[in-house]
């Protein structure tokens, strides 16, 4: 699944039955701790973990990339009404959340970048539009979301806001109703920033359809969105 998320738990509730560990729990070499429900607990090293948030990953630190592992077992499940929320870290992702959870019922979806550390890829928003975006408008009009489009539409464009890392490969790809691709474009974001991005698609010769288009950073979908043709 595409999406950056956590969920908040009423720990209160679960710690008599959940294990928690000082690592990863498949640690062979060196071994690991686990105990259950408070105990376990305090096996877990939280001001490490919460360093993280602030100054970022220490891969070449033994203490940080063992400690930062530490993990919650779950002997069975946690049941849907346990949960207080699942945090996302961008609206984009958010909406691909909603999309994958469907109509049923769920824990209230929020979005707090506070919660991610921010050294990683993430795409921010996503907008589908027939409108004509380009260097000189971007950043002075602002673009409706669209997914309904009158047959005969000259272009239509994946309107992405996305923080890159260096040397990032992202992707947009078109598809049919039956899943063939009819287009796909790859994009290299050489420097770390926050880009613009708009893919598009020459839409004038598509049929009356259902469509769909997918945005990938690196092998990650983070966006699917559903789209129709239709004529007047």
């Not at 990953?57 to 849907?80: F, G």
């Not at 907008?127 to 979301?145: G, M, Q, R, W």
């Not at 239509?156 to 490969?169: C, D």
């Not at 050489?190 to 598509?206: C, G, K, M, R």
Request: charged share 20%.
């Amino acid at each position: 699944m595409p999406i950056y998320a956590i969920s908040l738990l009423n720990l209160m509730l679960l710690f008599s039955k959940e294990f928690f560990t000082n690592t990863n729990a498949t640690r062979k070499r060196n071994g690991h701790r686990r105990d259950q429900g408070l105990e376990g607990l305090k096996l877990v090293d939280f001001d490490t973990i919460k360093s993280t948030l602030k100054t970022g990953p220490k891969p070449w630190d033994q203490t940080w990339h063992r400690n930062v592992q530490a993990e919650c077992l779950t002997p069975q499940e946690v049941s849907i009404d346990k949960i207080l929320s699942i945090n996302f870290i961008s609206k984009a992702s958010l909406e691909e959340g909603n999309r994958l959870w469907g109509n049923k019922p769920h824990p209230p979806f929020k979005i707090d970048k506070r919660l991610f550390h921010d050294g990683f890829p993430v795409v921010n928003s996503a907008t589908l539009t027939s409108s004509n975006v380009s260097k000189d408008n971007i950043n002075s009009e602002h673009f409706k979301h669209e997914d309904n489009f009158l047959v005969g539409v000259q272009r239509i464009t994946l309107l992405i806001s996305i923080k890159a890392t260096p040397e990032l490969e992202a992707k947009a790809i078109w598809f049919l109703e039956n899943g063939d691709k009819i287009d796909e474009s790859t994009t290299i974001f050489e420097n770390q920033a926050t880009y613009w991005h708009w893919p598009t698609i020459n839409s004038v010769n598509l049929n009356c359809g259902q469509y769909s288009v997918e945005y990938y950073v690196g092998n990650i979908r983070w966006v699917r969105i559903p789209f129709v043709i239709h004529d007047f």
